[in-house]
């Protein structure tokens, strides 16, 4: 009998389901789920590092998994159920370069960089859970709307297993064709819709209820599962010890909705004595996170934060036509769909949020890159985040920052060309139309004519 079933977090209702059900969200209220767990009659560690155990036996899929040697923290599938490609294969690395130029200590900044998933981004992590309950609830197709990143992961999981007929709806706007060639190579029947992100999701949404399709967005509990790992692999790198802070890119805020709750069932079950802040970093363009909570404050409120304003704010946006709009594609929605998790996970970690503007997260992108971790634009908002908070004396010299690089910088060679040209007509196009004037760290190539002297003087030797 499986210990995990599927709740609502609206406390007014906390109906439970069972895991064999396909749910994205609550059929009494509406409202988000979770996947929970009677922990009572579960199998869990005394500590944390009892699960370094599973560096000995990597040869067995499930214990080389970056997500599945934590499985007893996710114990909703047995172990011939579990959809594997090797995820969660990541580094934690310290880096002192960036940290001087955020003004912090020494040995206080660390990068987790999720580039080296299969797809290239952390979606990896929820996606071999979301596969996982596919497999187990026998679905034989899935879909899901993406800015990139989630098309890349879902097509790679089909094509590699031979479980899935895989779709991908995207918009008619921004989407990097590093990511999008990836859906179209692993074989995904890919929907382009006219519309942006929100309009896609809305609609494989609808069309997912209508017909036996599996649906593999966030909105998923399923997928945040697989996303807490990432929190248990930090833990890892820094020898079982919660840093303190975690530092984010916020866009549909899957993410920071799993940390929150990897920290929350981790404090529950005794495994860590204290939980690190969160700071989720919005693109400027992109800012629904941030308007709500600096500017409406808009909160938690245990379990029962103001759907007036939820409302109201919305509606609004449809009057007005909002779009989202910034260079960091994989954060570019306006409606994120666990903005309300991302609450709890705010509430938990005594969190705050900041936006960023794009010349910002392009800039800091380029100094990430130059330290020898190129990611993905939107990896760029968690030092822009950075430098930001200490800027405002929020984070503290000496504080132990973890920074979430959530893609490969391969995502988006197109931005990356741009940066660092020096071709303003390439600029002109790409960068300027965002806001972005100047690219004070680009590194471009020098052109010299076939000649050693001429080779040499550009070398300054």
Not at 38 to 60: Q, T
Not at 92 to 114: I, S, V
Not at 284 to 296: I, K, M, Q, R, Y
């Amino acid at each position: 009998m499986s210990i995990a079933f599927q709740q609502c977090i609206n406390p007014d209702c906390s109906a439970t389901y069972d895991v064999g059900q396909i749910l994205t969200a609550c059929p009494k209220c509406g409202s988000l789920l979770d996947v929970n767990y009677d922990w009572n009659a579960a199998r869990v560690p005394m500590s944390l590092s009892e699960f370094e155990e599973r560096w000995k036996s990597r040869l067995n899929p499930v214990d080389y998994s970056g997500v599945w040697r934590f499985r007893e923290l996710l114990n909703f599938a047995r172990e011939d159920q579990i959809v594997t490609i090797g995820e969660g294969q990541t580094i934690l690395q310290k880096n002192d370069q960036l940290a001087r130029q955020c003004h912090m200590q020494p040995g206080t900044l660390f990068l987790q960089y999720e580039g080296l998933n299969p797809s290239g981004s952390f979606k990896d992590n929820g996606m071999t859970a979301a596969s996982t309950h596919a497999r187990m609830v026998g679905a034989t197709m899935t879909a899901c709307a993406s800015t990139g990143n989630t098309s890349a992961s879902l097509a790679i999981y089909a094509g590699v297993t031979g479980h899935f007929r895989c779709i991908v709806f995207i918009g008619s706007g921004k989407i990097a064709f590093g990511k999008l060639s990836q859906a179209l190579d692993y074989g995904a029947r890919t929907i382009q819709i006219r519309g942006d992100f929100d309009d896609a999701l809305a609609r494989v949404r609808q069309i997912c209820e209508k017909y036996p399709i599996y649906l593999c967005n966030s909105v998923n509990p399923f997928r945040l599962e697989g996303q807490k790992t990432i929190m248990y692999r930090i833990l890892e790198g820094l020898g079982w010890e919660v840093p303190d802070w975690i530092v984010v890119p916020g866009g549909n805020l899957g993410n920071s909705s799993a940390f929150g709750k990897a920290f929350m069932e981790l404090r529950m079950l005794g495994l860590i004595n204290k939980v690190p802040r969160l700071a989720v970093i919005n693109a400027e363009g992109a800012a629904t996170l941030d308007d709500f909570w600096n500017v409406h404050g808009l909160r938690w409120n245990d379990g029962r934060p103001d759907s007036s304003l939820l409302e109201s704010r919305y509606q609004k946006m449809d009057a007005a036509n909002e779009r989202a709009s910034t260079l960091a594609s994989a954060i570019e929605i306006n409606r994120p769909v666990n903005l309300i998790k991302a609450l709890r996970a705010l509430d938990v970690c005594d969190g705050i949020v900041r936006k960023v503007s794009d010349q910002e997260i392009i800039d800091c992108r380029a100094r990430i890159a130059a330290t020898g971790f190129g990611c993905e634009p939107a990896s760029g908002a968690t030092i822009a985040g950075v430098m930001r908070l200490r800027h405002e004396g929020v984070i503290s010299a000496s504080d132990r920052v973890v920074c979430i690089l959530t893609g490969h910088q391969l995502k988006d060679p197109d931005l990356t060309m741009a940066y660092h040209s020096a071709d303003p007509a390439l600029m002109a196009k790409k960068l300027t139309p965002a806001g972005v004037q100047h690219t004070p760290f680009a590194n471009p190539p020098v052109v010299v004519d076939n000649t050693e002297k001429d080779i040499v003087a550009a070398l300054g030797l």
